[in-house]
Nanobody, 116 residues
Framework: QVPLVESGGGLVQPGGSLRLSCAASGTFFSIVNMGWYRQAPGNERELVASFISESNTNYADSVKGRFTISRDNAKNMVWLQMNSLKPEDTAVYYC??????????WGQGIQVTVSS
């Protein structure tokens, strides 16, 4: 497994912005994909965004146009820029990394709360 450390969560007002960061600890050259899930109380864990390549990113319909995923392959880091935040975005956000050939690692989870 790849140790993943998340940061950047917190409390933000509706309409505000927040950026989440996720970094793989140590040196790992076999990570081929990274992305983000989230889970709100009472809800199923939801795929928010995935980064396969610069030309191949995917977003949940609920966040499309508001969230942007980016990645630094050399540093094995991934970010989630969240704009125009809504109360419905309140959740615990988990980053993940897929390591060749088929192993998924998870971050510890970080709270994002959108409230006035």
């Amino acid at each position: 497994q790849v140790p993943l450390v998340e940061s950047g969560g917190g409390l933000v007002q509706p309409g505000g912005s927040l950026r989440l960061s996720c970094a793989a600890s140590g040196t790992f050259f076999s990570i081929v994909n990274m992305g983000w899930y989230r889970q709100a109380p009472g809800n199923e864990r939801e795929l928010v965004a995935s980064f396969i390549s610069e030309s191949n990113t995917n977003y949940a319909d609920s966040v499309k146009g508001r969230f942007t995923i980016s990645r630094d392959n050399a540093k094995n880091m991934v970010w989630l820029q969240m704009n125009s935040l809504k109360p419905e975005d309140t959740a615990v956000y988990y980053c993940y990394a897929d390591q060749w050939p088929a192993r998924r690692s998870w971050g510890q989870g970080i709270q994002v709360t959108v409230s006035s």
